[in-house]
């Protein structure tokens, strides 16, 4: 392992303290029924796996919510977004949340074939669960977001599930939701740095190397309605966010941008409607994002 990645693991380790604390602060919501640690891929690697949310007393089928969650393609589980898809679940959703391999075990191409890998079997099982498979929105949160994204114009082009080998899972979505979603790996300076090397050492010479970027994958797709959240505080994903959202608009994809200023005289931090799912603010984004996913199903 290189020296850079040895840090960057180390960073992680500090973040992972401070998300424990939050995770241990917040409460989980009761009435919900757990399906637990289901194998995607069944080769026995633990981040192979999803748990599934929903309303104990559900009756019929429910709209569906699959989240990806985030941690800069280095860190992080299902744990991770646990509390963020109960409270999802409790609303009325079946929700499907899953882990994926973790840079540098892999890159972002081997993550991109575990979600895809997982919308297949997700695909194949739904009738197992209260799930109206009409009624499928996905979510993801930074890193995470990046892979909702990708994945998304992965259900659509062929072209693309070509260069990124992965198979075709089948899915339709209804929606898309995306949390401060990273939307270019080839920015320069230091976050440029980092997000390239995610992509493996030898990224240019790849076959995506000319698709590291939304802008350069968004004209092979035609993307679901889409709702994008940011927040003032949002130093990692505010001005990517924006940009993603004025260009998929920019295509005619139906778009809504929840951009919070501060809340409460507070600048609101990075994916806050993930880590805080229950705070004020939290439940804003949420609710209006559940609402946008609602007028689709409607239609």
């Given at each position: 392992?290189?020296?850079?990645?040895?840090?960057?693991?180390?960073?992680?380790?500090?973040?992972?303290?401070?998300?424990?604390?939050?995770?241990a602060?917040?409460?989980?919501?009761?009435?919900?029924r757990?399906?637990?640690?289901?194998?995607?891929i069944?080769?026995?690697?633990?981040?192979?796996?999803?748990?599934v949310?929903?309303?104990?007393?559900?009756?019929?089928?429910?709209?569906?919510?699959?989240?990806?969650?985030?941690?800069?393609?280095?860190?992080?589980?299902k744990?991770?977004n646990k509390?963020?898809?109960?409270?999802?679940?409790?609303?009325?959703?079946?929700?499907?949340?899953l882990?994926?391999?973790l840079?540098?075990?892999?890159?972002?191409?081997?993550?991109?074939?575990?979600?895809?890998?997982?919308l297949?079997?997700?695909?194949?099982h739904?009738?197992?669960?209260?799930?109206?498979?009409?009624?499928?929105?996905?979510?993801?949160?930074?890193?995470?977001?990046?892979l909702?994204?990708?994945?998304?114009?992965?259900?659509?082009?062929?072209?693309?599930r070509?260069?990124?080998?992965t198979a075709?899972?089948g899915?339709?979505l209804?929606?898309?939701?995306?949390?401060?979603?990273?939307?270019?790996?080839?920015?320069?300076?230091?976050?440029?740095?980092?997000?390239?090397?995610?992509?493996?050492?030898?990224?240019?010479?790849?076959?995506?190397?000319?698709?590291?970027?939304?802008?350069?994958?968004?004209?092979?797709?035609?993307?679901?309605?889409?709702?994008l959240?940011?927040?003032?505080g949002d130093?990692?994903?505010?001005?990517?966010?924006?940009?993603?959202?004025?260009?998929?608009?920019?295509?005619?994809?139906?778009t809504l941008?929840?951009?919070?200023?501060?809340?409460?005289?507070?600048?609101?931090?990075?994916?806050?409607?993930?880590?805080?799912?229950?705070?004020?603010a939290?439940?804003?984004?949420?609710?209006?994002?559940?609402?946008?996913?609602?007028?689709?199903?409607?239609?």
């Open positions: 392992m290189s020296l850079f990645m040895g840090l960057c693991q180390l960073f992680w380790k500090s973040v992972e303290k401070s998300d424990a604390k939050n995770i602060s917040q409460s989980e919501p009761e009435g919900i757990r399906i637990c640690d289901t194998p995607y069944d080769d026995g690697n633990p981040l192979h796996l999803f748990d949310y929903y309303p104990e007393n559900a009756d019929g089928k429910l709209p569906v919510i699959i989240d990806i969650h985030g941690g800069g393609w280095m860190y992080g589980t744990e991770l509390i963020y898809c109960l409270n999802l679940a409790k609303r009325g959703y079946t929700v499907f949340n882990s994926y391999r840079v540098p075990e892999v890159t972002v191409y081997e993550q991109l074939r575990d979600v895809m890998s997982a297949d079997y997700i695909s194949l739904l009738e197992e669960y209260p799930c109206d498979s009409n009624s499928i929105m996905l979510t993801g949160d930074s890193a995470g977001g990046m909702a994204s990708y994945c998304a114009a992965l259900l659509e082009s062929e072209k693309l070509d260069v990124f080998k075709d899972p899915i339709k209804k929606t898309l939701l995306l949390t401060s979603p990273v939307a270019s790996a080839k920015k320069k300076g230091v976050i440029g740095f980092y997000t390239k090397k995610m992509w493996g050492k030898n990224y240019k010479n790849e076959a995506g190397y000319n698709y590291m970027n939304f802008d350069e994958i968004a004209p092979l797709a035609v993307f679901p309605p889409t709702c959240i940011t927040s003032s130093t990692l994903g505010l001005k990517q966010t924006v940009e993603q959202a004025e260009l998929l608009r920019n295509k005619g994809t139906e941008l929840l951009n919070y200023p501060k809340y409460d005289g507070v600048d609101l931090p990075h994916v806050f409607s993930v880590l805080a799912s229950e705070s004020k939290g439940i804003d984004a949420i609710e209006k994002a559940l609402g946008f996913f609602e007028k689709h199903i409607e239609r």
